[in-house]
C-alpha cells in the first residue's frame, strides 16, 4: 500500500514541501507511519521532519475526532504515537474492533495507554447502588413467598383501611376468606411479605 493509500485510509490528506529523502521541488503526501518509516533507525530523522512528525500526529488525531466512530482502518497509517494519541483520547470513540487493535497493538505505549483508559472508563461506569440491590432482593423474596403462599391456596390482599403495619390480609384462594390462624409457617412467610412490602412502601413515601 502506498504512503498516499495509507493515509487517506484515514481521510487525512498531509503535503509535505519537498522530499523526505532531501530533494528539492517536490510535495510528498504522508502519514505519520509512512515518515517514520522513511527513518527507521532510531534517531535518524532530521529534526525538521521530527517536527513534522508531531504536527501530522496531531492532524491526524483532530481528523478522527470529527467521525462518529473510529474503527481499524481509521488507525492504519498511524504511527505510535498517533495511535497512542487515539488511545489516550479517543478510546470511547473507537468501536470494539478499534479498542481491541489498539489494546493488542504492537508497542507497549500503546497497549498500556488503551488499558489505562479501558480501565478508567470502567471504573466511571453506572453500577448499581447497595439500596437499589436490596430492593431488587426484597422483591424477587416477595414474589416468592408469594408462589409459596400460592401453592398453599393462599394469597395476599391490601386493607386500604387498616393502620400502618397492619394493611395485609391472608385471604384464601379458593372461598376468598381471610384466613384468621393460619399454621405456624404460613404465618411467617405472611408476616415476612408484610414486612417486605411496609419497607418497599415506606422507601418510596
Same mark, same amino acid.
Given at each position: 500500500?502506498?504512503?498516499?493509500?495509507?493515509?487517506?485510509? =484515514?481521510?487525512?490528506?498531509?503535503?509535505?514541501?519537498?522530499?523526505?529523502?532531501?530533494?528539492?521541488?517536490?510535495?510528498?503526501?504522508?502519514?505519520?507511519?509512512?515518515?517514520?518509516?522513511?527513518?527507521?533507525?532510531?534517531?535518524?530523522?532530521?529534526?525538521?521532519?521530527?517536527?513534522?512528525?508531531?504536527?501530522?500526529?496531531?492532524?491526524?488525531?483532530?481528523?478522527?475526532?470529527? &467521525?462518529?466512530?473510529?474503527?481499524?482502518?481509521? &488507525?492504519?497509517?498511524?504511527?505510535?504515537?498517533?495511535?497512542?494519541?487515539?488511545?489516550?483520547?479517543?478510546?470511547?470513540?473507537?468501536?470494539?474492533?478499534?479498542?481491541?487493535?489498539? =489494546?493488542? $497493538?504492537?508497542?507497549?505505549?500503546?497497549? =498500556?495507554?488503551?488499558? &489505562?483508559?479501558?480501565?478508567?472508563?470502567?471504573?466511571?461506569?453506572?453500577?448499581?447502588?447497595?439500596?437499589?440491590?436490596?430492593?431488587?432482593?426484597?422483591?424477587?423474596?416477595?414474589?416468592?413467598?408469594?408462589?409459596?403462599?400460592?401453592?398453599?391456596?393462599?394469597?395476599?390482599?391490601?386493607?386500604?383501611?387498616?393502620?400502618?403495619?397492619?394493611?395485609?390480609?391472608?385471604?384464601?384462594?379458593?372461598?376468598?376468606?381471610?384466613?384468621?390462624?393460619?399454621?405456624?409457617?404460613?404465618?411467617? &412467610?405472611?408476616?415476612?411479605? =408484610?414486612?417486605?412490602?411496609?419497607?418497599?412502601?415506606? $422507601?418510596?413515601?
Amino acid at each position: 500500500m502506498s504512503s498516499e493509500t495509507n493515509i487517506r485510509a =484515514s481521510g487525512v490528506a498531509i503535503v509535505i514541501a519537498g522530499s523526505v529523502d532531501g530533494g528539492l521541488n517536490s510535495d510528498v503526501v504522508l502519514s505519520s507511519q509512512a515518515l517514520r518509516d522513511r527513518y527507521p533507525r532510531k534517531g535518524s530523522m532530521p529534526a525538521q521532519f521530527v517536527e513534522k512528525l508531531y504536527e501530522l500526529r496531531e492532524m491526524e488525531v483532530r481528523h478522527l475526532a470529527l &467521525l462518529p466512530e473510529i474503527s481499524p482502518a481509521h &488507525l492504519h497509517g498511524l504511527d505510535w504515537g498517533a495511535r497512542a494519541l487515539v488511545a489516550d483520547l479517543l478510546f470511547t470513540r473507537c468501536n470494539a474492533d478499534a479498542q481491541r487493535a489498539l =489494546s493488542d $497493538d504492537s508497542h507497549h505505549f500503546v497497549r =498500556s495507554t488503551a488499558a &489505562l483508559v479501558a480501565r478508567r472508563a470502567a471504573d466511571a461506569a453506572p453500577h448499581p447502588s447497595k439500596a437499589t440491590a436490596s430492593r431488587v432482593d426484597a422483591i424477587d423474596r416477595r414474589e416468592a413467598i408469594a408462589q409459596e403462599l400460592a401453592a398453599a391456596g393462599c394469597r395476599m390482599e391490601y386493607d386500604p383501611g387498616a393502620m400502618p403495619g397492619e394493611g395485609h390480609l391472608l385471604i384464601r384462594v379458593a372461598d376468598g376468606e381471610m384466613v384468621d390462624e393460619p399454621d405456624d409457617p404460613i404465618a411467617q &412467610l405472611a408476616k415476612e411479605w =408484610s414486612d417486605l412490602t411496609d419497607a418497599a412502601e415506606s $422507601d418510596e413515601t
